[in-house]
């Protein structure tokens, strides 16, 4: 593509993958977000939960004085408690939904683009009872935001039977799980990920192009799923080019220009594209951020 890509995308990163120690809002928030802020290639950043009130205001102050796009994963707060927003438990299910709010509460403070989640783990047996509490999760979730604002909720597409197993899932429960939320809700959308789907099972255009309408946010990263015995195998977001895994500068551009032609990037309203890439082992995470933004270049040229 001989048009710059920031015609058609606000590249963004996710701060609590690509630094370690983040997700449960604690860590060296600030030192690693300046990292961020002060590297004009990214227009946008992605943060989750921040338990300290005055090291939330200092994020909010340095994202607005660096003139980047913010937006706001909920994921965490499930991922690192256990949490699961369609638990069948109905005391469960609510504290879930509350914790979610307060992530809600805390993306308005910092004027964030959008807010995202995941649906948890499942049972086969009880697969039916499990997508109504996700319906009525998400529901509760979309008029919670709507109170407040304009801030559109999206619901990240996971795998369903590697390793966080959630329910959402495989395209086809995708496609009517966003059917039925935006027939009542005009602030839902869903997020889709590169590294997610060779897990699900799915090239990326049976991936992609059943739900195309509602997807309102992408992430680029990859995976390691040929052996459990391999080295960052299941949802670790290698670094691009790790051994044995799924997603180098081929996979994105394809994974790029699908978007592309189904009118997700575009000019007139450029969505976020964000990097969800974390080292493993030792790396260092500035080294695997510049390999990131190596293989996008690279990827974009094929576009």
């Known amino acids: 593509m001989e048009k710059s890509m920031r015609k058609y995308m606000k590249v963004g990163i996710i701060l609590h993958m690509a630094f370690n120690g983040l997700a449960t809002g604690e860590g060296p928030i ?29 994020v909010r102050d340095m ?22 927003i369609n638990d ?6 609510l ?6 709010k307060k992530g809600i509460d805390e993306a308005y403070e910092l004027s964030a683009a959008g807010f995202s989640f995941l649906a948890g ?29 304009n801030m559109p909720i999206t619901l990240e597409v996971f795998d369903y039977d590697i390793d ?31 590294s997610h789907i060779p897990m699900i099972h799915e090239s990326i255009e049976e991936s992609i192009l059943p739900i195309r309408k509602y997807i309102k946010h992408a992430h680029m990263g990859n995976t390691v799923i040929k052996s459990s ?15 044995n895994s799924e997603n180098d500068v081929k996979e994105l551009a ?20 964000s990097f969800e890439v974390k080292p493993y082992g030792n790396e260092d995470s500035e080294i695997v951020i510049a390999n990131a933004k190596r293989t996008l270049n690279l990827a974009w040229e094929l576009v």
């Open 121 to 149: 783990q499942y049972e086969e047996d009880t697969k039916e009872d499990s997508f109504k509490a996700l319906l009525k999760s998400t529901r509760e979730l979309c008029e919670y935001s709507k109170s407040k604002g």
């Open 88 to 93: 069948l438990n109905e005391e469960k299910r």
């Open 254 to 273: 394809d994974y790029l220009r699908l978007l592309l032609k189904i009118g997700f990037l575009n000019e007139e309203n450029r969505p976020i594209v």
């Open 229 to 243: 015995e391999m080295p960052g195998y299941g949802d670790q977001h290698p670094r691009f080019g790790f051994p």
């Open 30 to 58: 600030l030192e690693c977000l300046k990292k961020i802020v002060i590297d004009d290639y990214f227009e946008a950043v992605e943060v989750t939960q921040i338990k300290d009130d005055n090291v939330r205001k200092e």
């Open 63 to 84: 994202i607005q004085c660096s003139h980047m796009t913010v937006a706001y994963g909920g994921q965490p707060r499930m991922l690192t408690t256990g949490m699961n």
């Open 164 to 194: 966080k197993k959630s329910l959402i899932g495989p395209v086809n429960l995708a496609k009517e799980y966003a059917e039925k939320i935006t027939s009542e809700y005009d602030n839902f959308g869903l997020m889709v990920d590169l």
């Open 95 to 100: 504290a879930a939904v509350d914790s979610l």
